[in-house]
């Protein structure tokens, strides 16, 4: 049984699901709206400030039927955003299709180190610098958001930007724990170089998922 759950999860026909939420998106280019989350489990990235490192261990977390997680997501929302850990971990054919034929919006976040599988309506490009993404999601990403933890990451995301579509929007955001501190230097980055938007996360200072 274990290995068939294996099979099924591998391609695609379920998934580890760590947590599945309705909420109001807090960061980027849809930050205010409401959208329904299905983070998945399973992360390699490994970065050291992320806040969510229990969903780096996809054992963790309940293979969960693709279909189950498509008819959750649809009592809530048409805006369905799929989130992690690194959810192109697994192969996103199977839900973005469960989706979209149910007439959903289809949005994910994701650090492109793996290759890009499901159909998505808005890719949300977010690198990091221990695990660089895959050269073809460049060019597809509608939104590329750098975390900015010190100043070295601004030459960062300035070589992220010189790689993706001229219609992709560009956002720096703080890192959490250091916000304070590097908020003021963000700022003055993006007005001295305004082809850059700030993004915050409303999120944790709305107090909400």
């Known amino acids: ?3 068939r759950v294996q099979e099924m999860v ?6 580890p699901l760590m947590e599945e939420f309705y909420t109001i998106q807090g960061e980027g280019y849809h930050k205010g709206t409401a959208a329904y989350f299905v983070r998945i489990g399973g992360c390699d990235v490994g970065c050291h400030w992320c806040d969510v490192k229990e969903s780096w261990n996809a054992d963790l977390h ?5 279909n189950k997680i498509v008819e ?3 009592k809530y929302s048409r805006v369905v955003v799929v989130t992690g850990g690194e959810p192109l971990t697994w192969d996103m054919t199977l839900l973005t299709k469960g989706l979209k034929d149910k007439g959903a919006q289809t949005h994910i976040e994701t650090s492109g180190a793996y290759t890009l599988t499901g159909e998505w309506d808005w890719i949300c490009l ?3 610098k221990v695990k660089l993404p895959k050269e073809e999601i460049y060019e597809v990403a509608d939104e590329l958001k750098c975390i900015v933890y010190n100043k070295s990451d601004f030459a960062f995301a300035e070589e ?6 001229d219609d992709c929007i560009l956002y720096l955001q703080p890192e959490w724990s250091v916000r304070d501190k590097v908020i003021p230097v ?9 082809k850059w938007r700030v ?7 709305l107090n909400i998922p």
């Open 199 to 205: 993004s915050l996360q409303t999120h944790k200072y």
């Open 126 to 128: 977010s690198p990091k």
């Open 72 to 74: 959750s997501a649809l």
């Open 186 to 194: 963000l700022v003055d980055y993006v007005m001295r170089n305004p």
């Open 62 to 66: 309940p293979p969960t039927s693709t």
């Open 1 to 3: 049984m274990q290995e």
């Open 160 to 165: 992220q930007a010189a790689k993706v579509s």
């Open 10 to 15: 591998n391609t695609g026909e379920m998934l």
